[in-house]
């Protein structure tokens, strides 16, 4: 009892002061706000055709803050490389499994099954859709990889470990999953080669094209990365 | 005051599940709830900035044909993308831990792993 | 000196990049994976001391990427402060040398290229953190290096390894959730995320919401470096990761919250619209708490590590007072001993992971006589704990003195007096460190018949030794070094 009176009045002086600092802030959803009169108006006017994108938010990510993104792939990357520092274990690398290979150690229905088999194609579709309009339509790498990846988990569950296993190869593994913050890298090195700045996407009319194509190589790239991260992942947990 | 935050709906809405998240971590003994309310936490955050984007009768701010001003701010929705993939990252790295501390210790109880050590 | 603008960006970008392919260099061999490593690290330092050679001669410079204006890309913002990386590249650097030997025995065969990748991204995320001029890029480098800290501590797989980092991970989080909190409510005051532009836009900003972001990204920041009523995740972190782990993460990783604070500082005192007097009698006194009970609860360690960790809370405590104290002399004493107490934890935390390597043994009562089998080590532990203690040449002196001499100048000699107080009991437990080293009865007669570690081990914990030796008598390079940009900090304040 005198424990909760206590988390109470914690609560209550964590919470009193964040609440006066709420109502002293600029007026929720008024233009007038500097968040909306400073540095957005920018973005908002010249994101089209200066960032290369209609899709004002990817603009910002890809582009006027994509160092800020280079880095956020990063992130990524690290969680993968701290999951399997925690999780892997002497003597086995665990996508070969200790435990023996076969079916899936859970039974899975057969509903799911055919499910997850007959939408998998339209899945795989709709991810490289969202991948590539990133630009145009919400969305983009991050989305469309966390759905390829999340297609890739589906499918291991009711496949057989080796035919699941077969899915991503092996080789260029460790290739695939740095693919972020790769293609960041050489986008980045591209731009400061050609125009003198790294991460500079070219802004001319002219150049357009080469701005679409440095935003499609950032794009693919973190979608291939976030899935094959998010997938590694997976498997590490799972041959725990 | 109480008029401001009355206007501020959103952002005292952000305390709310702060506090409702800070409850959970401090309450709670089970590493994953421990975790899950962190969780909240981070969502309330990002609720937060998200909230500081929009503007009265705003548009998804994006451009090309049919579109209209006046546009939601793009700014924080970049931002928060980022904050959940470090949110994400984070839940990984925490779900991996309480894995192998339920390994090696057959619990997730932080009052009787605190009796262990 | 080199001025291309773009070698900034490359500082982070080339390294950052480079680490993230390093399981894919490596292939699972551990060989190939710490020369990749040691290879990043070369490359990082050479970039960095063109930078730093930069600094010195022209003052702070920045680079925006992309070719794009201040706040509407982002800025790196190179100063004093960020010749932080010196040192970053160092300890890192040696780290990584010491590592070879050390991880075959200390950590799971196929975990070792991912042991390399994160100690890199670890340590390109502070380069990164140290220069970057975004509140929102310092927060993106925060989580890189936090994430990558936590599986550090949990990569030995040790029992109590995972719950320590969990326990870490959960602290951790929490005050990077704060610092992006605080980093929102400025967004909303100022509509911006450059720091000088928002330090700019601060003026007539509501006063509650300006109080709390700054209370609680110091809060955030105060919880990263372990000040003393939070820093409950730091001593057994600290003390279960592999030793050059511990030297990283003590030696630098702390350091990342007392960066962020100078930030913060720096952002406070240039617009002149928040008041810092409160946050810094805060800072004054947790400060001086944080080294009397650090040095208090280290007294009575017997596990050598575990006596380290909490050693870094008392010399967090001098850092954070030297810069709560808001005088010439104490912001001066505090930056420097950033650098100094980096060079004299790793000495000491390398010194004892060659010993613990060689030994297997981990307390002071077991190690009783190991100075007669393992001379250099021990020697250059004791000139680690001769310079942490602060005893005149050797590095820890000049900079305690100015820290002492800032508190005299804010016109609070209280302070300087916990601070010789608080130097009397680290005294005391290091003695009693090297007391048991040299002169006690070994407990085990076996612990004679132990050799020096290998030479990837004792090179680099010599070397810092010498460091710390060199660094005493050259004590006044840095202090001159850091002071324009010190004094360029005080100013609004009117000359402290």
Not at chain 1, 26 to 48: I, M, W
Not at chain 3, 137 to 144: A, G, P, S, T
Not at chain 3, 246 to 260: D, E, P
Request: hydrophobic residues 55%.
């Amino acid at each position: 009892m005198m424990r909760r009176a206590l988390i109470v009045v914690l609560l209550i002086a964590v919470a009193a002061p964040l609440m006066l600092a709420m109502s002293q802030l600029p007026p929720h959803g008024s233009p007038e706000t500097p968040p909306y009169t400073h540095v957005s108006p920018y973005y908002l006017e010249h994101g089209a055709e200066e960032g290369g994108a209609e899709n004002i938010v990817t603009s910002v990510i890809l582009n006027y803050r994509g160092f800020d993104t280079q880095h956020e792939v990063t992130v990524i990357f690290t969680a993968m490389a701290a999951v399997l520092a925690v999780l892997l274990l002497a003597g086995s690398e665990p996508t070969d499994a200790e435990d023996a290979p076969g079916e899936s150690p859970v039974p899975v229905s057969v509903v799911v099954r055919f499910i997850v088999r007959v939408l998998a194609p339209f899945i795989a579709l709709f991810s490289a859709y969202v991948v590539l309009n990133g630009h145009i339509t919400p969305g983009g790498g991050f989305q469309g990889g966390t759905i390829a990846g999340a297609l890739v988990i589906a499918l291991s569950l009711v496949m057989s470990r080796e035919e699941a296993d077969a899915l991503l190869p092996r080789k260029p593994e460790h290739l695939l999953q740095a693919a972020a913050p790769i293609a960041f890298f050489l986008t980045g090195v591209a731009g400061l080669a050609l125009f003198g700045d790294y991460l500079f996407f070219p802004r001319d009319e002219a150049f357009r094209w080469a701005a679409v194509l440095m935003l499609t190589v950032i794009e693919v790239g973190i979608g291939v990365g976030g899935a094959s991260v998010l997938v590694r992942i997976f498997r590490a947990m799972r041959a725990d | 005051m109480l008029q401001d935050l009355w206007h501020n709906l959103d952002y005292a809405a952000s305390v709310v599940l702060f506090c409702i998240g800070l409850y959970t971590v401090i309450t709670k003994s089970n590493l994953i709830k421990k975790f899950m309310g962190l969780n909240i936490m981070e969502t309330s955050v990002f609720a937060f900035i998200v909230a500081l984007g929009v503007v009265d009768g705003g548009d998804a701010p994006i451009m090309g044909a049919g579109a209209e001003a006046p546009f939601i701010n793009p700014l924080p929705q970049a931002l928060i993308l980022t904050g959940i993939v470090v949110a994400v990252s984070t839940t990984a790295l925490a779900l991996s831990l309480i894995i192998r501390i339920w390994k090696q210790t057959g619990t997730i109880e932080a009052d009787e792993l605190r009796g262990m050590e | 000196m080199i001025t291309w603008p773009p070698l900034l960006a490359l500082l982070i970008a080339v390294p950052m990049t480079s680490a993230v392919l390093t399981p894919a260099i490596a292939r699972g061999s551990a060989r190939r994976a710490f020369w990749w490593a040691l290879a990043v690290m070369s490359v990082a330092s050479i970039i960095a001391a063109m930078l730093i050679i930069r600094v010195s001669h022209e003052g702070p410079f920045s680079y925006v990427v992309g070719g794009w204006v201040a706040p509407y890309g982002i800025e790196l913002r190179f100063d004093e402060f960020s010749a932080a990386i010196a040192i970053i590249c160092l300890l890192g650097t040696l780290a990584i040398i010491f590592s070879k030997e050390y991880v075959t025995h200390a950590i799971a065969e196929p975990r070792i290229p991912y042991y390399y990748t994160l100690l890199l991204l670890n340590l390109m995320a502070m380069i990164g953190f140290t220069v970057t001029g975004d509140l929102f890029n310092l927060f993106v480098f925060m989580e890189i290096l936090s994430l990558s800290g936590y599986a550090l501590v949990a990569v030995s797989g040790e029992r109590i390894a995972e719950m320590a980092a969990f326990k870490y991970l959960v602290m951790g989080a929490v005050s990077s959730l704060l610092v992006l909190f605080s980093i929102g409510l400025l967004y909303a005051l100022t509509g911006s995320l450059n720091m000088a532009d928002v330090a700019e836009r601060l003026d007539g900003a509501a006063a509650a919401p300006l109080a709390v972001a700054f209370a609680c990204i110091t809060l955030g920041f105060m919880v990263k470096s372990a000040v003393f009523p939070l820093h409950v995740w730091l001593p057994d972190a600290h003390a279960i990761a592999p030793s050059p782990i511990s030297a990283v993460l003590s030696g630098l990783v702390v350091k990342v919250g007392i960066i962020g604070m100078l930030r913060v500082y720096q952002i406070a005192y240039s617009s002149g619209a928040v008041d810092m007097t409160g946050l810094n009698t805060v800072l004054m006194w947790l400060g001086a708490i944080s080294i009397v009970m650090g040095a208090f609860f280290a007294v009575f360690q017997d596990d050598i590590k575990l006596m380290l960790a909490y050693s870094t809370i008392s010399n967090i405590g001098y850092i954070v007072m030297g810069l709560g104290l808001a005088s010439t002399y104490g912001v001066i004493g505090a930056s420097v001993h950033v650098f100094n107490h980096a060079l004299i934890k790793a000495t000491l935390f390398l010194g004892a992971g060659a010993i613990i390597h060689q030994t297997g043994k981990r307390t002071l009562s077991d190690l009783a006589g190991v100075g007669r089998a393992m001379p250099f080590t021990v020697a250059a532990i004791s000139i680690g704990a001769i310079s942490i203690v602060g005893i005149p040449p050797t590095a820890g002196f000049l900079c305690k003195w100015y820290i002492a001499l800032g508190a005299m100048q804010a016109g609070r000699p209280f302070f300087a007096f916990a601070l010789v107080f608080g130097a009397l009991f680290i005294f005391i437990y290091y003695i009693r460190m090297v007391n048991a080293f040299y002169f006690q009865k070994p407990k085990d007669p076996s612990i004679l018949e132990v050799h020096e570690a290998p030479a990837t081990m004792l090179g680099p914990t010599l070397l810092l030794a010498a460091l710390c030796l060199v660094m005493g008598v050259f004590g006044r390079l840095p202090l001159s070094f850091i002071e324009p940009a010190v004094n360029r900090l005080l100013a609004p304040l009117g000359g402290g």
